[in-house]
């Protein structure tokens, strides 16, 4: 709106969060009814854009504030994460955009709208029109490195710093000569509960097999472990209720570790590719203005033109199958514990 004088609402946005349905007529008048905002209707804007598609011009005030030429198209955009899957040139089905950061991702696109216990979405037309946005989402993953480096790798963090190393790469180095399940260690990685599949906010982080034998680098890779089993439940429920893929496609800080995308790979059993800009929701946002200014016909296009891959991360396969008893143990210890999280949870709320 400041840059155009043109108030809109981004379809994005509004499908993915706000309940937006095109194919049903869309604002869900009866949903916002049933929990008593039906007013609430009647503010939004009534222009419900496409990704990519012109908004208005710059105007001159907007123009001199931001030292650009008046009058250039401005082109909807989106949600960060959202505007990445076009950065990461996932704009058909097949492909799985895996955003990684302090929280991880996993969002793809599907020829049939479908809705499914522990999935969000899908969105219809939310990203690309014609197809659905399916979401899976992990709370807690690079921020529960973070955590665990910070509170206990303090001699870790001294040792690297003499090394003229970063104390992740010391920790990656460490962990690396490490076997498959970090010598019998199991972590749920759900410090702030878990969003998809169990969408459960009283779920909490666990560590358990710990003996005398472990050190930090144990612990370090049993959360890279925990983390990408979680990912890897998240894909075992998107398949159960009908959506695949063939590929991953990775960004985001974590990709900068090798270790961690190797254990991603080989739990999940899929190839991972990794894209030249590294900053997809940047390259995505530069995409959907490349649509606006008329360079490209659609989204895919440019995509297709604007998106260059520079690698690709191979499963080991005998790896796979040695995770598949760790994957097993960390999806019956939340089954096991979930009673005693929940009970926990009043407690700490009742104080």
Not at 29 to 52: A, H, T
Not at 57 to 73: F, S, V
Not at 207 to 224: D, N, Q, T, Y
Not at 308 to 315: A, I, M, Q, T, W
């Amino acid at each position: 709106y400041k840059l155009t004088g043109e108030y809109v609402a981004s379809i994005n946005t509004a499908t993915a969060r706000w309940y937006y349905d095109r194919p049903g007529g869309g604002w869900p008048r009866s949903f916002y009814e049933k929990i008593g905002l039906e007013d609430l209707i009647d503010k939004f804007p009534e222009r419900v854009l496409d990704l990519g598609e012109v908004v208005g011009a710059l105007t001159p005030q907007a123009a001199e504030a931001i030292g650009l030429p008046a009058r250039i198209p401005v082109s909807q955009g989106g949600a960060d994460a959202f505007v990445a899957m076009i950065g990461l040139n996932v704009v058909r089905p097949g492909r799985l955009a895996f955003i990684t950061g302090s929280s991880h991702l996993h969002l793809g696109l599907s020829e049939k709208e479908f809705h499914a216990p522990g999935i969000f979405g899908g969105f219809p037309d939310a990203v690309i029109p014609g197809f659905s946005m399916v979401e899976g989402g992990q709370v807690s993953t690079g921020s529960v490195l973070k955590w665990f480096r910070d509170h206990f790798c303090g001699d870790i963090r001294e040792e690297a710093k003499a090394l003229g190393l970063d104390a992740y790469a010391l920790l990656d180095k460490r962990a690396e000569t490490l076997p498959p399940g970090s010598e019998g260690l199991i972590v749920l990685e759900y410090w702030q509960g878990n969003r998809t599949p169990w969408v459960d906010p009283d779920a909490r982080g666990t560590v358990w097999g710990l003996s005398l034998a472990h050190k930090p680098e144990h612990v370090f890779r049993a959360i890279m472990e925990g983390i990408a089993y979680g990912t890897e439940l998240i894909f075992q429920n998107f398949a159960k209720n009908g959506f695949e893929f063939d590929e991953i496609v990775a960004c985001g800080g974590p990709v900068k570790s090798k270790l961690w995308m190797q254990i991603h790979a080989d739990v999940s059993g899929r190839p991972i590719l990794f894209t030249e800009v590294p900053q997809a929701p940047a390259l995505g946002s530069a995409v959907l203005a490349a649509v606006g200014a008329g360079l490209y016909s659609d989204i895919a296009e440019a995509s297709d033109h604007m998106v260059h891959f520079k690698s690709r991360l191979e499963p080991n396969l005998a790896r796979h199958e040695e995770y598949k008893f760790f994957f097993d143990k960390y999806v019956r210890t939340y089954k096991q514990l979930k009673d005693l999280m929940h009970e926990m949870g009043d407690k700490v709320r009742a104080g």
